[in-house]
């Protein structure tokens, strides 16, 4: 029970929820509750504090509502995830096929396709309806029914593709799985054992107003998504097993053996709540709020047969160690582990904060999040970010809380989980403070994990090494940012960017005394990191001319035109990184005017090892260019975009391998729109000799050693 006292008491409410207290100076009018500013707690976790999860949570409720200044965490960026490799390469197959790229062994992601040697799995989405709608019109479907001008008219369900490769080869549609009418993307699909399981987002309305331009409010709907098992034992004639729909927004996933792991966030809604800003509408809000039961303002899941219930339990919610009655937070981070083969066989517990990510190993997770403070006058003036790790042990089913630990600094967004690394009882973790304006601080912390408490045992740079992570400008800053964090084995390598590309060799095999022992400066960056064995590492990001480019040590401007590379392409690097002490570019391979999807989500890029030790490597590339049409009278530059899928391969394991390029995979189709399509999704499956690619909805198949003799789209 929440209780204010102000030089005395003045309104009950209600009974045994809600006291509020009069003004001083002898004002009998009652006074809004005097609460904690919202902020996203930086401490550890405990179910047993001042206050209760339900108090905690109907006070972040109210100072949502009330506050307009909202709390400071990144609680809408994306993690991909989107998403290090310890002392194996968890992400290279070294069968006679590819699969999906990972950051540790044993830990499946989810993805847009998966394969398992005999059929292709490929979740197929609405914003690729161009592709599906033609599709179905060469099957025969009624043209009614489908629409190929935008927009979209027609309901085209999100499906999953079941495509059967032949023992020679050839590739054909099986069949196909069609998800229910409210599920209106795919987020992506797990394979284990025969037993598909997909993960989408449903589709969500939002309360808009009637106005002149809306006859009729569009009524609120809460986001959610939707977990289906389908049972692919006979992938041509498929069964849904099981069907779920969850409250909230899917952060992550990951998937160990069987037991599917389930990060999301879900935000209470009370749907008669108005914006409060005059002290009676703020009284009147928190009556309301705490009058609320608190099992409505918890996540609930349903059952295909519609049947709800709680997701968690309010007594099983952790919360902030150091909360109080007068603290709150209006989020719910629930992890739920579900057994894949027995869906009904379902845990989850949950915290009272935010969180923006995470990083799993087959024992482990990791939820991570960032609190930024910035400056009330200039968001360019350095904040204090300060930054909290929640570990939570995995058990099959359990999960149980471990500790936590907070760094000063944030983890940055795109492929943040890769900034983190677990061996043994250490936590490896690179953090960045500060920004370009004022300079930059990049730390890598080993934090040792004992008697349930995480120790920071040293960081680097530190006292001894004091060689700072980016390169030093002449004014003692380091305006470089951190473009790739890779972890491996007993090193760390870290790219940092401004103009050219270090990248820092960190000797971990001290965890208690980390240093830089090697550095290699090239022009361009790396924005993804990919060992290959201890000799090689492959790099990719985008290349710069050296012919047209400043160098300058710091961002610099000359009236209004600031002073910057000019990026020339994707590019493909690989490394030597048999001497720790002497990092070497062995050949570099580069896409003009490109850009590859590999730089933010590693799961575009496909890798296998050949029976004789040569590594192969499939990435997408999109670049742009330039058509002329003409109607007879004018003549038009129109710009297309030209996406294929570029085959590399490496000769060996050893510091004297070579890099080449095979040659590239177009993906063209005359009767559709797919050369429209951007290649975000793009994928690809190596399969001995064949070559899958699959741009949009549709699959081309090409061979190795003949990429240009092209059949398809299928």
Request: proline share 4%.
């Amino acid at each position: 029970m929440t209780m204010f006292y102000h030089k005395r008491l003045a309104v009950a409410l209600f009974s045994g929820s809600l006291i509020l207290i009069v003004g001083c100076g002898g004002s009998d009018s009652p006074q809004p509750p005097q609460l904690n500013e919202l902020s996203v707690a930086i401490t550890p976790l405990s179910n047993s504090t001042q206050t209760s999860f339900a108090q905690h949570l109907k006070n972040g409720i109210y100072l949502r509502n009330s506050q307009s200044k909202q709390a400071n965490t990144c609680n809408n960026c994306s993690t991909s995830t989107t998403d290090s490799a310890e002392s194996t390469l968890a992400d290279s197959s070294s069968g006679n096929f590819s699969s999906t790229t990972t950051q540790e062994q044993g830990v499946d992601e989810i993805d847009r396709i998966k394969y398992d040697g005999n059929y292709l799995f490929i979740a197929n989405n609405n914003y690729y309806s161009y592709q599906t709608a033609s599709r179905a019109l060469k099957e025969g479907s009624d043209i009614s029914q489908v629409s190929l001008s935008p927009p979209i008219q027609a309901k085209i369900n999100s499906t999953v593709r079941i495509m059967e490769r032949t023992t020679d080869g050839e590739i054909s549609e099986l069949s196909e799985v069609v998800l229910g009418t409210d599920t209106s993307n795919i987020n992506g699909l797990y394979l284990s054992n025969d037993t598909l399981s997909v993960i989408s987002t449903i589709e969500q309305n939002y309360n808009i107003a009637t106005t002149q331009l809306v006859s009729e409010p569009i009524t609120y709907a809460q986001p959610a998504f939707n977990i289906t098992f389908v049972d692919v034992s006979e992938p041509e004639n498929t069964q849904v097993t099981s069907a779920y729909n969850f409250d909230g927004n899917i952060i992550n996933s990951r998937r160990v053996g069987d037991i599917l792991y389930i990060v999301s966030r879900y935000y209470p809604y009370i749907e008669e709540l108005p914006f409060a800003t005059t002290d009676e509408e703020k009284i009147a809000n928190y009556a309301l709020i705490n009058n609320t039961d608190i099992a409505s303002l918890l996540p609930k899941y349903q059952e295909k047969n519609g049947v709800e219930q709680s997701l968690v339990n309010e007594q099983d919610c952790l919360l902030p160690k150091n909360a109080t009655d007068k603290d709150g937070y209006d989020t719910i981070m629930t992890l739920t582990a579900i057994n894949i083969q027995d869906p009904q066989q379902l845990n989850s517990i949950c915290i009272n904060t935010s969180t923006d990510g995470l990083y799993a190993t087959e024992k482990s997770i990791y939820v991570y999040g960032t609190h930024y403070n910035y400056s009330e006058t200039s968001v360019l003036e350095n904040s204090n970010e300060n930054s909290i790790i929640h570990k939570f042990s995995l058990d099959d089913m359990a999960i149980n809380y471990v500790n936590s630990a907070s760094l000063p600094g944030r983890f940055n967004w795109s492929l943040s989980n890769l900034r983190f690394s677990e061996e043994d009882n250490y936590l490896r973790v690179v953090t960045t403070q500060g920004n370009r304006s004022t300079g930059f601080e990049h730390k890598l912390n080993v934090l040792l994990e004992a008697d349930n408490a995480f120790t920071l045992v040293n960081q680097l740079p530190n006292d001894i090494n004091i060689t700072p992570i980016g390169k030093v400008s002449d004014d003692g800053f380091v305006y470089e940012d951190i473009k790739a964090v890779r972890f491996f084995e007993d090193n760390a390598y870290i790219v940092t960017f401004l103009t050219t590309d270090p990248l820092y060799v960190i000797d971990l095999s001290d965890n208690n005394n980390p240093k830089i022992t090697g550095a290699l400066e090239i022009p361009g960056y790396s924005a993804y990191l990919h060992p290959i064995s201890d000799n090689l590492l492959l790099g990719i990001g985008q290349h710069i001319d050296d012919n047209l480019v400043t160098f300058v040590d710091q961002p610099t401007t000359t009236d209004t035109v600031t002073i910057a590379p000019v990026i020339e392409g994707a590019k493909v690097s690989l490394f030597d990184i048999s001497d720790v002490n002497a990092p070497r570019e062995i050949q570099s391979i580069v896409y003009e005017n490109g850009y590859t999807p590999v730089e933010y989500d590693y799961k575009a890029l496909s890798h296998l090892i050949t029976e004789n030790g040569n590594h192969r490597f499939a990435l997408p590339i999109e670049r742009w260019k330039t058509n002329k049409i003409s109607d007879g009278e004018k003549t038009y530059t129109v710009w297309q975009p030209e996406n294929f899928l570029s085959l590399l391969e490496v000769s060996n394991d050893s510091a004297n391998a070579t890099l080449t390029r095979i040659g590239d995979i177009i993906a063209n189709d005359e009767g559709t729109d797919s050369s429209n399509y951007s290649s975000r999704d793009d994928r690809s499956i190596l399969h001995n000799n064949d070559v899958y690619y699959i741009h949009g909805n549709q699959v081309w198949r090409s061979y190795w050693q003949t990429p240009e003799q092209i059949t398809g789209p299928f």
